[in-house]
């Protein structure tokens, strides 16, 4: 028998369905129309109000496969402007994600996570200034559907202090995303198409 509440079956039951169709949708989209909607969302954050002037940033590396926001354009604007800038690394025995930071994208390796990761010595990076969230959807409130892992959800609490940006192609834009009492909302959502200050923020 299950130990899931009944409310809580329903909710990862919503998601669950959410995720497959988000994810067969984004899947279809040409690799051109990925990328140009890359460059707008990287134009986007690049001029974005709430980032700027910001020195320490986490990205992530693009899963290119599953079609993600490519974000390596952000990346060569933030390091013109003398940022420092980190990426997701994942603890393999305790499956606990931390973000380091790394000179250069030529670093960052696949290491058994499906996407690259910063190599194991790379600088921690414990201070923050804002953090680009990836997302297979998010909604008005700033509440992000993810793969289900919780990764994102269980560290950016560690990171109160920075400003938190989920990025998704314009039809990834959700009504409603179901959220738990673990679900940590972002305050800003970037399209490629327009900017939002999240409700919930």
């Known amino acids: 028998m299950s130990s899931l509440l009944p409310d809580d079956a329903i909710l990862r039951k919503v998601k669950a369905e959410l995720r497959k169709r988000i994810r067969g949708l984004r899947s279809t989209a040409p690799a051109e129309a990925c990328a140009a909607r890359s460059r707008k969302i990287c134009e986007r954050l690049a001029a974005h109000a709430a980032l700027e002037g910001k020195r320490r940033v986490a990205l992530f590396w693009p899963i290119e496969a599953r079609h993600e926001v490519d974000l390596r354009g952000f990346d060569a604007v933030l390091r013109e402007r003398g940022a420092k800038v980190a990426y997701p690394v994942i603890d393999p025995e305790t499956r606990e994600m931390s973000f380091r930071y790394v000179p250069d994208l ?73 959220a738990a009492a673990y679900d940590v909302p972002v305050a800003h959502i970037v399209t490629d198409t327009r900017e939002l200050v999240a409700e919930a923020s």
Request: glycine share 12%; aromatic share 10%; proline share 8%.
């Open 106 to 178: 030529s670093v960052l390796e696949e290491r058994g996570f499906g996407f690259a990761e910063p190599p194991p010595e790379a600088e921690l990076a414990g201070d923050l200034d804002a953090i680009v969230v990836p997302a297979l959807g998010v909604d008005v409130r700033g509440f992000r559907l993810g793969y289900g892992g919780g990764f994102y959800d269980r560290t950016l609490p560690l990171h109160a202090q920075a400003v938190t940006v989920a990025v998704v192609y314009d039809y990834q834009l959700l009504a409603e995303v179901p």
